[in-house]
């Protein structure tokens, strides 16, 4: 991370989008910025510190970066990321906690058998989720929450595998909170996460792809109050 690990706070907000990291910043005190593998800030909010981590796309990267928290004082894992909605009433825009999640990555299996649960901090999901719904409350943003799959692979998302999911009844997909849950759970590290949906590939909606102007709209909006969300989480908590 560029930094000793004593300079790491209790409270990690990990992701792998470098905008989130910015908006963030913009809204903290006593930045410092750390050049290491990882891009990491410290911040304060209201006195409140913590520490922001880019923990990169992907299963493997996530699943380390986890790991190597569990040498600091690290107690707090947030991450914040998005997620393509498997179920119909999923809206792009739309906010998904997962709960637990199917561990369709490779990089959990290098950790512990594939039978370990993958699940999200009970305590931790519900003072996020307190948050998320004073910021959202009135917006039009629906709020989901349970189980999610986790793969390695973009490309290999087949309508087939995707419907087999949504039957399942998982509510979207990921590449990373799988990896991220099992290694902070093996590291006695309290985690949970929050997504936006970006996409729904079974209602036709693609995030590289154009979309209609209503479900751009709905997105950016929502990635400007999961920041405000972050805010009120990390002042109170």
Do not use: W
């Not at 991220?180 to 309290?190: D, E, F, P, Q």
């Not at 400007?224 to 990390?234: G, R, S």
Request: with cysteine.
């Amino acid at each position: 991370f560029g930094c000793s690990p004593d300079e790491i706070a209790e409270t990690v907000v990990m992701s792998p989008f470098d905008d989130t990291l910015d908006a963030l910043r913009d809204r903290s005190e006593d930045v410092k910025e750390f050049k290491g593998f990882f891009r990491m800030i410290n911040g304060t909010i209201k006195g409140k510190k913590y520490s922001y981590i880019n923990s990169r796309i992907g299963s493997p990267m996530a699943a380390d970066c986890t790991n190597y928290l569990s040498f600091t004082g690290c107690k707090d894992i947030i991450y914040v990321g998005l997620m393509g909605g498997l179920q119909p009433e999923v809206k792009v825009g739309d906010i998904i906690i997962p709960t637990g999640a199917y561990r369709g990555e490779g990089a959990s299996k290098i950790f512990v058998e594939e039978s370990y649960p993958a699940s999200a901090n009970f305590h931790l999901t519900l003072e996020l989720m307190e948050s998320l719904e004073d910021v959202f409350h009135g917006s039009g943003t629906n709020i989901h929450d349970g189980v999610i799959y986790s793969t390695d692979s973009i490309s290999m998302e087949s309508e087939e595998f995707l419907r087999k999911c949504q039957e399942r009844k998982m509510i979207a997909i990921d590449m990373e909170t799988s990896a991220i849950y099992v290694v902070a759970s093996l590291r006695n590290i309290r985690c949970t996460s929050v997504h936006i949906a970006s996409d729904n590939p079974l209602e036709g909606l693609y995030y590289f792809e154009p979309m209609p102007d209503e479900d751009t709209e709905r997105l950016e909006n929502s990635k400007k109050l999961i920041i405000n969300a972050l805010v009120t989480f990390l002042q109170k908590h």
